[in-house]
C-alpha cells in the first residue's frame, strides 16, 4: 500500500524526496512494478501518443584519450582496432540514412583529439548544408564552452552526454583523471547555450547501489534535459571490469518508468545495451516508457570495432535491414515508428 501511494504521488506531482524515492526502490514488488509501468506508459502516451522517434547512430571514431574503467574502447585497450571515418563517409552515412527517412543523425565516438573542433564544425556545418530538415545530435565528450558553442552556432541541435552515475565516488573510481564536477558542469554549460541536453546513467556498475540510483534521479530531475538515456552496464572482455556481471532487465525497466514519471516530456530511448540483455528488452523498454530508438547507421565494416561492452546486437546487418527489423519491434508492441525531427515538444530553439 505505502508503494503504491509513493508511486501515485510520483504520478501526481513528478516528484519524490529522496526518502521516498529510496523506498520505491528498496520495496518495488512484482504488483508495483507493473502499476509503475502502466502510469509511465500511460504519461508518455498523453505526450506522445503512439509514436517512437528513430535515431540514425554513426559511430565515427572509436579512438579516446580516456580511461574509462567499464569502456571496450578505453585508451589502453591495446586489442581495440581503431578507426576512424573522415567527413566524407560521415556524410555518405548520412546519406545512405536521409533516403532511409532518417531526420536525426547522432554522431558520436571516442574523445578522439584528432577531431579538432574546426573539423567537427565543418562536419556540422556540410550536415546541416545538405540536409537542413535533419537535426545533429553530437555525443562526443567533454569540452570547453567554447566548443559547444561553436559546434552549437555551426548548427548542431542536441547534445548526449551521460553523467555516466551521480555518486562522485563512484564516477571517480571509475574515470581515472576525469572529474565529476567537470562532467556536471558540462552539461549545465551545453543546458546554458540552449542545447536540447541529454544526461543519463548505467545500471548496474560494479557496487552501485539504490542510494547511488536516488542520487542520479534527483540529479536528472534538478537538471532537467530534453533527453535522457540509461542502459545497463555490460563488461567488456578486456577492460578491468571484464569479470563483473551486467546490470539486470529488471531495475532498468523500474528506473525507465520513475524517469518517465519525474520528466513526464522527456525523449527517453529504449537502448542497444538494453537490446543486449534481453532479446526482448527494447519492446519492454517502450512498454515501460521509452518512445526513442537509436538504431545503427555506421558503415558495417566499421560496427565491430566499436565494441563498448560485449554482445552488442545490431552490428551485422545493413542499416536498411536494421530499419525493417526495427520497425516489425516497434509496431509488434502497439507502436508507431515516426520518422520526424523528434524535437522534444517543449523545446524550442533560441537563435
Ligand atoms: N565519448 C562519449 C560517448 C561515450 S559512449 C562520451 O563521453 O559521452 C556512449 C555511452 O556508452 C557512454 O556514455 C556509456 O554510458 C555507455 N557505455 C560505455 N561502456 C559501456 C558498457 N560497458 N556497458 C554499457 N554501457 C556502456
Given at each position: 500500500?505505502?508503494?503504491?501511494?509513493?508511486?501515485?504521488?510520483?504520478?501526481?506531482?513528478?516528484y519524490?524526496?529522496?526518502?521516498?524515492?529510496?523506498?520505491l526502490?528498496d520495496?518495488i514488488?512484482e504488483e508495483?512494478k507493473e502499476?509503475?509501468r502502466?502510469?509511465a506508459?500511460?504519461?508518455?502516451?498523453k505526450?506522445y501518443?503512439k509514436?517512437?522517434?528513430l535515431?540514425?547512430?554513426?559511430e565515427?571514431t572509436?579512438y579516446?584519450?580516456n580511461?574509462?574503467m567499464?569502456?571496450?574502447i578505453?585508451?589502453?585497450?591495446?586489442n581495440?582496432i581503431?578507426y576512424?571515418?573522415?567527413?566524407?563517409?560521415i556524410?555518405?552515412?548520412c546519406r545512405?540514412?536521409?533516403?532511409?527517412g532518417?531526420?536525426?543523425?547522432v554522431?558520436?565516438g571516442g574523445e578522439?583529439?584528432?577531431f579538432?573542433?574546426d573539423?567537427?564544425?565543418d562536419i556540422i556545418?556540410?550536415?546541416?548544408n545538405y540536409f537542413?530538415s535533419c537535426a545533429?545530435?553530437l555525443?562526443?565528450?567533454e569540452k570547453s564552452y567554447?566548443?559547444?558553442?561553436?559546434?552549437?552556432?555551426a548548427g548542431?541541435?542536441?547534445?548526449?552526454l551521460?553523467?555516466?552515475?551521480?555518486?562522485?565516488k563512484l564516477?571517480?573510481?571509475?574515470?581515472p583523471?576525469m572529474?565529476f564536477?567537470?562532467?556536471?558542469?558540462?552539461?549545465n554549460?551545453?543546458?546554458k547555450?540552449?542545447?536540447?541536453?541529454?544526461?543519463?546513467?548505467m545500471?548496474?556498475?560494479p557496487?552501485?547501489?539504490n542510494?547511488?540510483?536516488v542520487?542520479?534521479l534527483?540529479f536528472?530531475k534538478?537538471?532537467?534535459?530534453q533527453?535522457v538515456?540509461?542502459?545497463?552496464?555490460i563488461?567488456?572482455?578486456?577492460?578491468p571490469?571484464?569479470?563483473k556481471?551486467?546490470?539486470?532487465?529488471?531495475?532498468t525497466?523500474?528506473l525507465?518508468?520513475i524517469i518517465r514519471?519525474?520528466?513526464p516530456?522527456?525523449?527517453?530511448?529504449s537502448?542497444?545495451a538494453?537490446g543486449?540483455?534481453?532479446p526482448?528488452?527494447r519492446e519492454l523498454?517502450l512498454?515501460?516508457g521509452?518512445?526513442?530508438?537509436?538504431p545503427n547507421l555506421s558503415?558495417?565494416?566499421v560496427?565491430e570495432k566499436?565494441?563498448?561492452y560485449?554482445?552488442?546486437?545490431c552490428?551485422g546487418?545493413e542499416?536498411a535491414?536494421c530499419?525493417i527489423c526495427?520497425?516489425?519491434?516497434?509496431e509488434?508492441?502497439?507502436f508507431e515508428?515516426?520518422?520526424?525531427?523528434g524535437?522534444n515538444?517543449?523545446?524550442?530553439r533560441?537563435?
Amino acid at each position: 500500500m505505502v508503494t503504491k501511494g509513493i508511486i501515485d504521488k510520483l504520478y501526481e506531482k513528478n516528484y519524490l524526496n529522496e526518502e521516498e524515492m529510496l523506498y520505491l526502490l528498496d520495496n518495488i514488488d512484482e504488483e508495483n512494478k507493473e502499476y509503475l509501468r502502466v502510469k509511465a506508459l500511460n504519461v508518455r502516451t498523453k505526450y506522445y501518443g503512439k509514436k517512437v522517434y528513430l535515431r540514425g547512430l554513426i559511430e565515427f571514431t572509436n579512438y579516446c584519450k580516456n580511461n574509462c574503467m567499464y569502456c571496450g574502447i578505453r585508451f589502453s585497450n591495446k586489442n581495440a582496432i581503431r578507426y576512424r571515418l573522415n567527413a566524407e563517409e560521415i556524410l555518405s552515412t548520412c546519406r545512405k540514412g536521409y533516403e532511409l527517412g532518417f531526420r536525426t543523425f547522432v554522431l558520436q565516438g571516442g574523445e578522439d583529439p584528432y577531431f579538432s573542433d574546426d573539423i567537427i564544425i565543418d562536419i556540422i556545418s556540410k550536415i546541416k548544408n545538405y540536409f537542413p530538415s535533419c537535426a545533429v545530435t553530437l555525443s562526443i565528450g567533454e569540452k570547453s564552452y567554447d566548443s559547444y558553442k561553436r559546434y552549437f552556432d555551426a548548427g548542431a541541435d542536441r547534445y548526449l552526454l551521460r553523467h555516466e552515475t551521480a555518486s562522485k565516488k563512484l564516477y571517480e573510481s571509475l574515470h581515472p583523471n576525469m572529474s565529476f564536477e567537470n562532467r556536471i558542469k558540462c552539461l549545465n554549460n551545453l543546458k546554458k547555450i540552449g542545447y536540447q541536453v541529454g544526461a543519463g546513467f548505467m545500471i548496474g556498475l560494479p557496487n552501485q547501489t539504490n542510494e547511488d540510483f536516488v542520487k542520479d534521479l534527483m540529479f536528472l530531475k534538478e537538471l532537467e534535459p530534453q533527453m535522457v538515456g540509461i542502459g545497463p552496464f555490460i563488461p567488456h572482455k578486456d577492460t578491468p571490469l571484464s569479470d563483473k556481471k551486467a546490470g539486470d532487465l529488471n531495475t532498468t525497466l523500474i528506473l525507465l518508468s520513475i524517469i518517465r514519471l519525474l520528466l513526464p516530456k522527456v525523449l527517453l530511448p529504449s537502448t542497444t545495451a538494453l537490446g543486449t540483455i534481453n532479446p526482448k528488452g527494447r519492446e519492454l523498454g517502450l512498454l515501460a516508457g521509452a518512445n526513442v530508438v537509436m538504431p545503427n547507421l555506421s558503415p558495417i565494416e566499421v560496427r565491430e570495432k566499436y565494441s563498448l561492452y560485449d554482445g552488442k546486437i545490431c552490428t551485422g546487418e545493413e542499416a536498411a535491414e536494421c530499419l525493417i527489423c526495427l520497425k516489425n519491434r516497434i509496431e509488434s508492441v502497439g507502436f508507431e515508428v515516426d520518422m520526424g525531427r523528434g524535437d522534444n515538444i517543449d523545446w524550442e530553439r533560441k537563435s
